[in-house]
C-alpha cells in the first residue's frame, strides 16, 4: 500500500511506515500529514498488524521538518481547525493501542523529532541528529514538541533545546533519554526489525495493556495511576483465566 509521500508495508505482524519525499529529506508537508494519518489508521484498523516501525526514505534524514514552502500557503484558521479535527495526526499516533518504533537517521528536526515523540521508542543511527530549530523561525513547536519533550527527558532539558534550537547528536539524545538506543547506520532496520519481532512474538493484549497502563498513568497522581494498573491487571488476569 503506497501513499504519495508515505510508503505501507506489512511483514508478518509488523507494519513499516517510510516517509518518502528524499528529494526533500522527507520535509512534513501537509500531503504528508494526509498519507500518515491514513496509514496510521490502517495500523490501528489491521487486527494482523501487532507492532509498526516508522523510518524514513533516502540517505540524508528520517525527517528534516515541515516543509518551509508551504509557509504563507496555509488555509484559513477556520479551514485549518476543521481540517485538524477530522485529521488529528498526532492524536492517532498517540492514541494508538499498538507499539510504534521509531527508527531514525541523519537529520531529524522540527516536525520529525516532534513525530518520533509520539511513538513509544525510539532507535537511532550514530549520525542521527535532532533539533527543535522552530524558535529561529519565528515560531514555537506546533506538532506537540513543548508537551512531548519535556515528558520524555524533563522540563529543563527540553527548554535547553527549545529555546536554543541547538542540534545534538545520537550519543546525546541517547545520554538524556530522547532515544532508547544507538546503533550504526547499517544495523538500524535490523535492530527495529529485531525489536519489533520480539514485542510481536508477546501476547499483543498483555502488550497493549502494558503500553496503555503507562502512557495513561503518566498524566495521572501516582495513587491514581496505581489504581490504573491494578485495572490492567485484572484484565490480564481475567483473560488468562477465561484462556
Known amino acids: 500500500?503506497?501513499?504519495?509521500?508515505?510508503v505501507y508495508e506489512k511483514t508478518?505482524?509488523?507494519?513499516?511506515?517510510?516517509?518518502?519525499?528524499?528529494?526533500r529529506l522527507n520535509a512534513f508537508s501537509v500531503q504528508m500529514r494526509d498519507d500518515l494519518y491514513q496509514a496510521m489508521t490502517a495500523v490501528r484498523d489491521d487486527p494482523e498488524v501487532l507492532v509498526a516501525v516508522l523510518k524514513?526514505?533516502?540517505?540524508?534524514?528520517?525527517?528534516?521538518g515541515a516543509d518551509l514552502t508551504e509557509f504563507g500557503t496555509a488555509p484559513s484558521p477556520v479551514i485549518a481547525r476543521q481540517v485538524r479535527w477530522e485529521r488529528d495526526l498526532w492524536g492517532l499516533i498517540l492514541g494508538l493501542s499498538k507499539p510504534l518504533i521509531a527508527a531514525a537517521h541523519g537529520f531529524c528536526l522540527g516536525s520529525g523529532l516532534e513525530m518520533?515523540?509520539?511513538?513509544?521508542?525510539?532507535?537511532a543511527s550514530d549520525d542521527a541528529r535532532f533539533g527543535l530549530p522552530e524558535v529561529g523561525l519565528g515560531i514555537i513547536p506546533a506538532a506537540g514538541g513543548s508537551q512531548t519533550l519535556p515528558?520524555?527527558?524533563?522540563?529543563?532539558?527540553?527548554?535547553?533545546?527549545?529555546?536554543?534550537?541547538d542540534y545534538i547528536d545520537a550519543a546525546e539524545a541517547h545520554r538524556i533519554g530522547l532515544v532508547n538506543r544507538v546503533t550504526t547506520?547499517?544495523?538500524?532496520?535490523?535492530?527495529?526489525?529485531?525489536?519489533?519481532?520480539?514485542?510481536?512474538a508477546q501476547d499483543p493484549v498483555v502488550v497493549q495493556a502494558a503500553k496503555l497502563a503507562?502512557?495513561?498513568?503518566?498524566?495521572?497522581?501516582?495513587?491514581?495511576?496505581?489504581?490504573?494498573?491494578a485495572q490492567?491487571?485484572?484484565?490480564?488476569l481475567s483473560r488468562r483465566k477465561r484462556g
Open 151 to 165: 515528558r520524555v527527558i524533563g522540563g529543563a532539558r527540553a527548554l535547553d533545546l527549545v529555546l536554543t534550537g
Open 1 to 6: 500500500m503506497s501513499f504519495p509521500t508515505v
Open 185 to 200: 547506520r547499517d544495523a538500524l532496520y535490523p535492530t527495529a526489525e529485531s525489536l519489533a519481532q520480539r514485542i510481536a
Open 116 to 123: 518520533s515523540l509520539c511513538c513509544d521508542l525510539r532507535i
Open 56 to 64: 524514513g526514505a533516502g540517505d540524508r534524514a528520517f525527517c528534516a
Open 12 to 23: 508478518g505482524g509488523i507494519a513499516w511506515l517510510t516517509l518518502n519525499r528524499p528529494e
Open 214 to 229: 503507562v502512557n495513561r498513568g503518566l498524566d495521572l497522581p501516582l495513587a491514581e495511576g496505581m489504581a490504573l494498573e
Open 232 to 236: 490492567y491487571v485484572e484484565l490480564t
